[in-house]
T-cell receptor, first 111, second 111 residues
Framework: DAKTTQPPSMDCAEGRAANLPCNHS???????VYWYRQIHSQGPQYIIHGLKNNETNEMASLIITEDRKSSTLILPHATLRDTAVYYCIVRVENRDDKIIFGKGTRLHILP | KAGVTQTPRYLIKTRGQQVTLSCSPI?????VSWYQQTPGQGLQFLFE???????NKGNFPGRFSGRQFSNSRSEMNVSTLELGDSALYLC??????????FGPGTRLTVT
């Protein structure tokens, strides 16, 4: 079973920041938080990952709480092209490549 | 750098037949994983190969099998197809343990 809990859907106005929450209360000390997204009928796309520090790249920012039991993915200026299902995953880095996907959050960007 | 490629992109088969799907990973990636995606079950892990060896296997019947070649290309085979095998089959590659890059998928329809 997936070790993360996400809301099934969210709406965000175009141009605003989209904040997608994820709970991972049973995360282990060596598990990273990964985010992927899947645009309709395409393969999932890697977005960002982190261990305990906040991370930022050209796509998004990842905020992980100090106790690491939850995190938030932030898309700073959402566009219609960000409409997708967003998956939050925890896994041990540099071990194997088995990913257990949950149901994710379906993000709707409203024009 | 070219992305993950999967062939064919679409396939229609009849119950009882068998099918082989192909995946070419990103150059330099030695780990290849396969996933099945259906509306009811979501994204489910099938198996993972690294250096021609199966490292992980999901909870699928023995009709689902795979292999990896010395050039890291991978194939998966499904024998005795059932209607429930209709799905999007996704392949992902990575430098082991790092973020995975997914292909566009093969959409299999079993009639």
């Amino acid at each position: 079973d997936a070790k993360t809990t996400q809301p099934p859907s969210m709406d965000c106005a175009e141009g605003r920041a989209a904040n997608l929450p994820c709970n991972h209360s049973t995360i282990s000390g060596n598990e990273y938080v990964y985010w992927y997204r899947q645009i309709h009928s395409q393969g999932p796309q890697y977005i960002i990952h982190g261990l305990k520090n906040n991370e930022t790249n050209e796509m998004a920012s990842l905020i992980i709480t100090e106790d690491r039991k939850s995190s938030t993915l932030i898309l700073p200026h959402a566009t219609l092209r960000d409409t997708a299902v967003y998956y939050c995953i925890v896994r041990v880095e540099n071990r194997d490549d088995k990913i257990i996907f949950g149901k994710g959050t379906r993000l709707h960007i409203l024009p | 750098k070219a992305g993950v490629t999967q062939t064919p992109r679409y396939l229609i088969k009849t119950r009882g037949q068998q099918v082989t799907l192909s995946c070419s990973p990103i150059s330099g990636h030695r780990s290849v994983s396969w996933y099945q995606q259906t509306p009811g079950q979501g994204l489910q892990f099938l198996f993972e190969y690294f250096s021609e060896t199966q490292r992980n296997k999901g909870n699928f019947p023995g009709r689902f099998s795979g292999r990896q070649f010395s050039n890291s290309r991978s194939e998966m085979n499904v024998s005795t197809l059932e209607l429930g095998d209709s799905a999007l089959y996704l392949c992902a590659s990575s430098a082991l343990g790092a973020e995975q890059y997914f292909g566009p998928g093969t959409r299999l329809t079993v009639t």
